[in-house]
């Protein structure tokens, strides 16, 4: 069993910057991927970045590359979304979710376990 908790959503101005944070307890094992995804008002949750506990290559959304990157810090189990550049269209509820899978995938139906979610909201 894996448990996800997010903190550090908030309200931000567009150009801002936000450090989202998902610790995880429980059994993780390096080849876990770790994806980011959101949900808008009134929209579908949508992937955002994933990469995988043990390092590797991140895969990002297209309209976030160059503005927001993934890092880890094994040795607390957390993973970190920092968030640069921030545009009122990156306002949502924002997830941290583990798949048991031994690879990247930015398939929602292929995590396992969710976090809460935490709201980041970017005024114009």
């Known amino acids: 069993q894996v448990q996800l908790v997010e903190s550090g959503g908030g309200l931000a101005q567009a150009g801002g910057s936000l450090r989202l944070s998902c610790a995880a307890s429980?059994?993780?094992?390096?080849?876990?991927?770790m994806g980011w995804f959101r949900q808008a008002p009134g929209k579908e949750r949508e992937f955002v970045a994933v990469t995988r506990w043990s390092g590797g290559s991140t895969i990002y959304l297209d309209s976030v590359k160059g503005r927001f990157t993934v890092s880890r810090d094994n040795a607390k189990n957390t993973v970190y979304l920092q968030m640069n550049s921030l545009k009122p269209e990156d306002t949502a509820v924002y997830y941290c979710?583990?798949?048991?899978?031994?690879?990247?995938?930015?398939?929602?139906?292929?995590?396992?376990?969710w976090g809460q979610g935490t709201q980041v909201t970017v005024s114009s």
């Open positions: 979710a583990v798949a048991v899978v031994y690879r990247t995938t930015t398939r929602q139906g292929e995590y396992d376990y």
């Open positions: 429980g059994r993780i094992f390096g080849s876990y991927a």
